[in-house]
């Protein structure tokens, strides 16, 4: 058994503190980090399941080149090398180098993102570098630089502990952050108040004592009336505003414009008056209030002006820089403010500067002693693949991120890589959807491989450290940029041999001239990141830094909280009200598309499910892609909960199984974010969602997509379980989840097989005519039952039926574990049911600890049990992340309402 290691969490931006050692028989063991003060020792199912993703099934182990015959043939690191730089200086000697771009992510590290961005603006002189956080971050960073004058979160998670109210606005947290989530419950415990203000009823609205369903986009006109309304009944700070602050007046009428009568406020949010003044008076009354937003308010073709709109409220109130209150954007990826810091983004430079100031360019020139520094903003995330599919950019670089899935009108992507002269991508899987349209593929480390750095939603800056060698030829993300560097000839820059040379690099430069202007002339840029108490890190000091939050003074310690003196990043020194017109999303639904798609995450997967997906604890509660809609919106389109549905847009369309989750208001829909071409036959909901963007932020409007749904008309429904993998390529719908020891598939087909016998036989690969095969079917209902058996055990199955309710599968899961079947377990397989109803867990609810669902619904009628504690008491469930809470308070309501039926 090795020594624990600590070490950062690589999924959302809470950024948990983990403990990760490897045990006696080789297997990753992973614990929340107690010393930690993100999440003090808490890890959600994602955190706690890491040890399960870092196999090597599936990783890019050795560089690959796409050859004449468009196939991949390994090559040597200085072959693909060689290609790159040959690629990158040929486009730029020929085209300029506005026409090469890079294509990042808040999965890098922050000494990969410096390196990167380094070389990009300061070497190639194009500010064409952009990153997948601007599809989720960038409405927040642009709101706070408006206003603050920087893009800074002012407070930290101690304020959770502090507040008396807590908003949550387009978040929902207990899925999404479900570490902070426990944070906020704790508050609430204490005698706290939880708002939540979301279109959907969520796991988060569980726990709210008011919850705001507002229609999708209307954020701006809920935000505006609650200024109004505070400052019409006295709730304003007036030594504040007047001492701290500017253009109050400007955004107190544009509020009052939109938003000055409470009654039309209501109308346009679909609230009742009621929920909205309680809602008013609540932020009124306490001051201690935070508000916490996410991509409900980030993804929007208005959410700067949301986030401005929130702002303006702490600002007219004066909660800001005070324990337990103030504005809060809670990050979505481990290293998104990371990314921020060393200039990640298109819009911004290096350390908090800015591409537009001359000052700033020339500090950071200076700094570097760089040949040349880009001037004018880069292209943001959607404007550069446009650029791409119009010739104007003809060479990318793609670290970390898998954007034909992830990018709206992703198919238009698709089409972009595939006119672009040269693709190279950075990964750690070799097969991703846009990995299949590379040209080059470079191996890099993985979590548990890399060593650096990351920055998490509280400016909390952690070391993600290695515990696992690094496996085949994959090189960490900034050795590779620093060796294409070298082969541009850019030697002198990128001399590292560390991650700890780039990080005390990156220190000083935040650092450098960071004061304000002085009367010598000399060139200054005050701001609030700095890292001038880090920049002289030994080596050893380094390996062994402990979380800090920055600022990080000279003495290295840090700054929990901002604005403390009621000093802000403008040149004034004062924030900013910023006016918000509010104004409704850029498409409207209409005859041909009536609904509005929402899209998001699940619980238990992550992004585009290349790490979460090799997990089998985090497959058992969502197995599959889903729409999830109003049952009388499904009624008008023709579907039934269970069966499969298409969901069209003027971009594309995609299909999923329908869903009545009992959350959504009639005329929306709701589909996750995560499954691709690797996991689903045709479900990437990217390629449905519309391409505007805010025109401010650049942050595209994934909340609010005009679709219809129809029926996807099958003969005939089914699933199957193998050992191994199964062909899909014949079947009109397949999704596939990794399992214990076996692979789990829903599949459909437009036609019945004529010979079920001899098409299961075929497809399952059993052509021994004396295999061990178990076989039902009742051609009058049209179900069908297949097993192979080797060596007593069950080595695969198939399932088919005219109807899409087919047996469970959790029970079916539960014989790949077993090193032989019984009798019984043959007859169950031809009955198609478990022998044993207690047996069948069923779909699993608490994935910390593997709890189905029927297990606590007998469990809270058997033991009488009446609260989630009850039941964590009794199977465990609950326990561990708290997740899945809301879940068990909704099963107790519903075994109760059974037993008094």
Request: glycine residues 10%; hydrophobic residues 40%.
């Amino acid at each position: 058994m090795s020594a624990s290691v600590a070490t950062t969490c690589p999924y959302c931006g809470v950024g948990c503190g983990v403990l990760a050692r490897i045990d006696a028989d080789g297997e990753v063991n992973v614990a929340g980090d107690p010393a930690h003060g993100s999440n003090f020792g808490r890890l959600c199912v994602k955190g706690a399941a890491l040890g399960e993703t870092v196999d090597l099934h599936g990783r890019l182990l050795h560089p690959q080149m796409r050859g004449a015959d468009g196939t991949f043939h390994r090559a040597t690191w200085d072959e693909a090398l060689d290609r790159v730089a040959a690629g990158f200086r040929r486009v730029v000697d020929q085209h300029g180098p506005d026409a090469v771009a890079f294509y990042v992510s808040g999965q890098l590290l922050t000494e990969d993102y410096y390196v990167a961005n380094k070389l990009a603006k300061g070497y190639l002189g194009t500010a064409n570098i952009d990153t997948n956080s601007r599809l989720c971050m960038s409405s927040a960073v642009a709101g706070h630089k408006r206003a603050f004058g920087e893009d800074v979160v002012p407070g930290c998670y101690e304020d959770l502990d502090q507040a008396e109210l807590v908003v949550l606005i387009g978040s929902n947290t207990a899925w999404c952050h479900p570490v902070l989530f426990q944070r906020i419950t704790k508050a609430k415990e204490a005698g706290a108040t939880l708002v939540v203000i979301d279109p959907r009823f969520t796991a988060t609205c569980e726990s709210a004592d008011l919850h705001l369903p507002i229609k999708s986009g209307t954020d701006v006109w809920l935000f505006n009336g609650l200024l109004v309304f505070l400052f019409q009944h006295g709730v304003m700070d007036t030594n504040f505003v007047d001492a701290h602050t500017s253009e109050f007046n400007a955004a107190l009428a544009a509020a009052a414009a939109d938003a000055g009568d409470p009654a039309q406020v209501a109308r346009i949010c679909g609230v009742q008056l009621s929920d909205l003044l309680s809602f008013y008076r609540l932020v009124a009354r306490h001051e201690r209030t935070v508000s916490l937003f996410s991509q409900g308010v980030n993804q929007s073709s208005s959410g700067t002006d949301k986030v401005n709109s929130i702002i303006n409220c702490h600002l007219l109130t004066g909660r800001i820089g005070r324990p337990g209150m103030g504005p809060f954007s809670i990050t979505g990826q481990p290293n998104a403010m990371g990314g921020r810091e060393v200039g990640g983004l298109a819009n911004m430079l290096a350390a908090h500067m800015e591409l537009h100031e001359p000052v700033h360019r020339q500090i950071v020139q200076t700094f570097w002693s760089s040949p040349r520094i880009a001037s004018q903003p880069g292209l943001k995330a959607v404007a550069l693949f446009d650029a791409m599919l119009e010739g104007r950019v003809k060479a990318v670089w793609i670290m970390g991120t898998n954007p034909v899935v992830s990018l709206p009108d992703a198919d238009r992507a698709k089409r972009a890589l595939d006119s672009c002269e040269l693709v190279v991508c950075s990964d750690i899987v070799e097969r991703t959807d846009t990995n299949a349209h590379a040209h080059v593929l470079l191996p890099a480390l993985g979590w548990g491989e890399k060593n650096g750095t990351v920055t998490n939603s509280e400016r909390r800056i952690s070391r993600q450290r290695p515990f696992l060698p690094a496996p085949g030829e994959a090189l960490a993300d900034w050795r590779i940029i620093c060796e294409v560097a070298r082969r541009l000839g850019f030697e002198e820059g990128f001399g590292f041999e560390n991650p700890h040379d780039i990080f005390v690099e990156h220190a000083r430069l935040t650092a450098f001239l960071n004061h304000a202007p002085r009367s010598d002339g000399e060139p200054a840029a005050e701001r609030q990141l700095n890292l001038g108490g880090l920049a002289s890190l030994s080596l050893q000091a380094y390996d062994a830094l402990a979380p800090v939050q920055w600022p990080v003074c000279e003495d290295g310690a840090g700054t929990p909280r901002l604005f403390t003196d009621g000093r802000f990043g403008h040149a004034n020194g004062q924030a900013r009200f910023v006016p918000t017109a509010a104004r409704s999303p850029v498409h409207a639904t209409d005859r041909e598309y009536p609904l509005v798609l929402n899209t998001g995450r699940v619980r238990d997967q992550w992004h585009t499910m290349t790490r979460t997906g090799k997990s089998p604890k985090l497959a058992g509660h969502t197995s599959e892609p889903y729409v999830d809609m109003h049952p009388h919106d499904a009624l008008r389109s023709g579907v039934r909960e269970g069966e499969l549905a298409r969901v069209h847009s003027h971009w594309g369309a995609m299909v999923a199984r329908v869903r009545h989750g009992g959350g959504i208001l009639a005329g929306n829909v709701f589909v996750p974010i995560h499954w691709s071409d690797q996991f689903a036959s045709d479900a990437r909901v990217g390629g449905v969602v519309n391409p505007v963007v805010d025109p401010v932020s650049g942050e595209p409007e994934f909340k609010h997509t005009p679709v219809r749904v129809e029926p996807f008309l099958v003969r005939w429904y089914g699933f199957a379980f193998g050992r191994r993998a199964l062909p899909t390529s014949e079947l009109s719908y397949w999704t596939v989840i990794r399992g214990d020891r076996f692979l789990r598939y829903e599949i459909a087909h437009r036609e019945r097989p004529k010979d079920c016998h001899a098409w299961a036989r075929t497809w399952l690969d059993v052509h021994d005519e004396n295999a061990d095969w178990l076989e039902h079917e009742d051609q009058g209902t049209g179900v069908y039952r297949a097993a192979h058996v080797v060596d007593g055990r069950i080595e695969s199955c198939v399932f088919l039926s005219a109807r899409p309710d087919l047996p469970s599968r959790h029970w079916l899961a539960s014989l790949f574990a077993r090193e032989a079947l019984t009798d019984a377990d043959r007859l169950a397989l031809l009955a198609g049911e478990s022998p044993d109803a207690i047996a069948d867990a069923g779909p699993v609810v608490c994935s910390c600890f593997g709890v189905g669902r029927n297990t606590i619904t007998e469990a809270i009628r058997s033991k009488g049990l009446e609260t989630p504690a009850g039941i964590t008491a009794v199977l465990r469930a609950g326990g561990n992340c708290g997740s899945c809470v809301p879940e068990l308070r909704r099963l107790i309501v519903e075994a109760h309402a059974e037993v008094d039926a």
